[in-house]
């Protein structure tokens, strides 16, 4: 089975912080997502990257980052942490070509007081 | 640009009773359409997809079809039980490389004894 792993299910951060959230993916995909996801408003994109290195902007990449430094980690970055950042963070993966679906970790729920 | 809408919830329904929940798209060319479950405390899970129109998703007794003319991808299943209760996403992916699954805003459905 595919496997995408948070590195934490539970953060607290206090505002200004640089706030890491790391992601790992163990089956050889090429494409790695972020999503934060809000009540009422679903789940949007953060950032994507389809390659090392690579990285686009997804609809709200405004007070956000990325990494990507190897093909199995995709990392967000915070770069100063404010309330409005508080909420529900999935990473996901998938294979490179048409049609293909993204699996998703368990996320990481970000509370910044 | 490319969109989802689903219908908003939450969706309140006795267990045995049909489910159906819609979904319809907007996009240019043939996407990709799924069906994503967000079970509590979860990260979401395919549940089921279709990639060409008139195609049939099915999965655990949930059923989609793919509907070009009408641009849709309602989900069904005859008979709902407690354990379905979950947040459901429809999503759909641009038939091309370098692109994201966009998401609807989720349904709640909410499945009592």
């Known amino acids: 089975d595919v496997k995408v792993t948070q590195s934490s299910r539970y953060l607290v951060k206090r505002t200004g912080e640089k706030v890491f959230l790391e992601c790992v993916q163990d089956?050889?995909?090429?494409?790695m997502f972020w999503y934060r996801q809000d009540p009422g408003l679903g789940l949007r994109l953060i950032y994507f990257s389809y390659d090392v290195k690579m990285k686009e902007k997804g609809d709200i990449p405004e007070g956000y980052s990325v990494s990507r430094e190897k093909k199995e980690r995709f990392s967000l970055i915070l770069e100063s942490a404010s309330t409005n950042q508080t909420s529900m963070y999935l990473c996901?993966?998938?294979?490179?070509?048409?049609?293909?679906?993204?699996?998703f970790g368990q996320g990481t729920r970000l509370t910044v007081v | 640009g490319d969109s989802v809408t689903q219908m908003e919830g939450p969706v309140t329904l006795s267990e045995e009773a049909f489910l159906t929940i819609n979904c319809t798209y907007t996009a240019t060319g043939y996407p990709s359409l799924f069906w994503y479950v967000q079970y509590p405390g979860e990260g979401l899970q395919l549940l089921l997809k279709?990639?060409?129109?008139?195609d049939k998703g099915s999965n655990k007794g949930f059923e989609a079809t793919y509907r070009k003319e009408t641009t849709s991808f309602h989900l069904e299943k005859g008979s709902v039980q407690v354990s379905d209760s979950a947040v459901y996403f429809c999503?759909?992916?641009?038939?091309?490389?370098?692109?994201?699954?966009?998401f609807g805003k989720g349904t709640t459905l909410s499945v009592s004894s």
């Open positions: 279709a990639t060409k129109a008139d």
């Open positions: 089956m050889d995909h090429e494409n």
């Open positions: 996901a993966s998938s294979r490179q070509g048409l049609n293909t679906e993204a699996f």
């Open positions: 999503a759909l992916r641009a038939n091309q490389a370098g692109t994201a699954l966009i």
